[in-house]
């Protein structure tokens, strides 16, 4: 798993999204346009992670204010993530892993509601030049989503210096 101050590893995976187009989307390629906030969540339409995506799709505007974009994380399908920002109305893309390629070596599993290996629920901030600024990280599976604040506010931190 990567820590604060540590370089990323360039990924490529594909995304589903909520107007169903079928991409793959690479991190350095997001990177190149600003600051990256990675939101991991375990399971699609799950109660705290329906709270989680929609928060930050609530809080968007805050976000790319501060000069980021926002992708979700999960190791569900690409059809199941699609299925998901459609009915939650998610306009950023929701990166799946499915094949748990990119997720050992990047983020905290655990088993949850028998699917092994899934995230850990919380938020990796990644600079331009590909280290990791901030993270956040729950737990517990259930654990209550604390919000968009931190994120913000490691995005003003990073902003400034």
Same mark, same amino acid.
């Given at each position: 798993?990567?820590?604060?101050?540590?370089?990323?590893?360039?990924?490529?995976?594909?995304?589903?999204?909520?107007?169903?187009?079928?991409?793959?989307?690479?991190?350095?390629?997001?990177? $190149?346009?600003?600051?990256?906030?990675?939101?991991?969540?375990?399971?699609?339409?799950?109660?705290?992670?329906?709270?989680?995506?929609?928060?930050?799709?609530?809080?968007?505007? %805050?976000?790319?204010?501060?000069?980021?974009?926002?992708?979700?994380?999960?190791?569900?399908?690409?059809?199941?993530?699609?299925?998901?920002?459609?009915?939650?109305?998610?306009?950023?893309?929701?990166?799946?892993? $499915?094949?748990?390629?990119?997720?050992?070596?990047?983020?905290?599993?655990?088993?949850?509601?028998?699917?092994?290996?899934?995230?850990?629920? /919380?938020?990796?901030?990644? $600079?331009?030049? /590909?280290?990791?600024?901030?993270?956040?990280?729950?737990?517990?599976?259930?654990?209550?989503?604390?919000?968009?604040?931190?994120?913000?506010? $490691?995005?003003?931190?990073? %902003?400034? /210096?």
């Amino acid at each position: 798993m990567i820590h604060v101050g540590q370089k990323v590893q360039d990924f490529e995976l594909p995304v589903g999204r909520a107007d169903l187009h079928r991409e793959k989307v690479r991190l350095s390629s997001l990177l $190149a346009k600003g600051p990256v906030v990675i939101s991991f969540f375990p399971l699609a339409f799950t109660r705290v992670c329906t709270t989680q995506m929609c928060d930050a799709r609530d809080h968007l505007g %805050a976000i790319a204010g501060l000069g980021a974009q926002v992708v979700g994380f999960s190791c569900d399908s690409a059809y199941a993530n699609a299925a998901f920002a459609k009915e939650q109305g998610l306009p950023f893309p929701i990166l799946s892993d $499915a094949n748990r390629e990119v997720v050992d070596a990047l983020w905290e599993t655990q088993d949850v509601a028998g699917v092994a290996r899934v995230p850990k629920r /919380g938020w990796m901030l990644v $600079a331009p030049d /590909g280290t990791v600024a901030e993270r956040w990280v729950a737990e517990v599976p259930g654990a209550a989503w604390p919000g968009n604040g931190p994120i913000e506010a $490691a995005l003003s931190k990073l %902003a400034s /210096g």
